[in-house]
């Protein structure tokens, strides 16, 4: 099992930027893909961004120019760059991560999340 760890949330005035982090653990060989949702109080889950193993990436239309995933590989984790906040960014962000273990069992774990508040 994959463990993933979401960090960077907290509190921001509209404008504003925040860098969220997922850090990825265990038994690893490669990701197919390592992507954020995001779920609003009373929304359904959304897609934000996705960054493939050959390093395209996509976004949802509401994040674009505002938004960038990266991915930094030898530290298995995955970042989300977010500027010019709007309160509609408001949420809990998840980190998904979908690959191999050495074993080659299919990897598709969660984060437990991490909150972004855009208030003034």
């Known amino acids: 099992q994959v463990q993933l760890v979401e960090s960077g949330g907290g509190l921001m005035q509209p404008g504003g930027s925040l860098r969220l982090s997922c850090a990825a653990s265990g038994s690893i060989l490669s990701f197919d893909y390592m992507r954020w949702l995001r779920q609003a109080p009373g929304k359904e889950r959304e897609f934000v961004a996705v960054?493939?193993?050959?390093?395209?990436?996509n976004y949802a239309d509401s994040v674009k120019g505002r938004f960038t995933i990266s991915r930094d590989n030898a530290k298995n984790t995955v970042y989300l760059q977010m500027n010019s906040l709007k309160p509609e960014d408001t949420a809990v962000y998840y980190c998904?991560?979908?690959?191999?273990?050495?074993?080659?069992?299919?990897?598709?774990?969660w984060g437990k999340g991490t909150l972004v508040t855009v208030s003034s």
């Open positions: 998904n991560a979908r690959g191999r273990t050495p074993s080659l069992h299919t990897i598709d774990d």
């Open positions: 960054i493939h193993s050959g390093g395209i990436t």
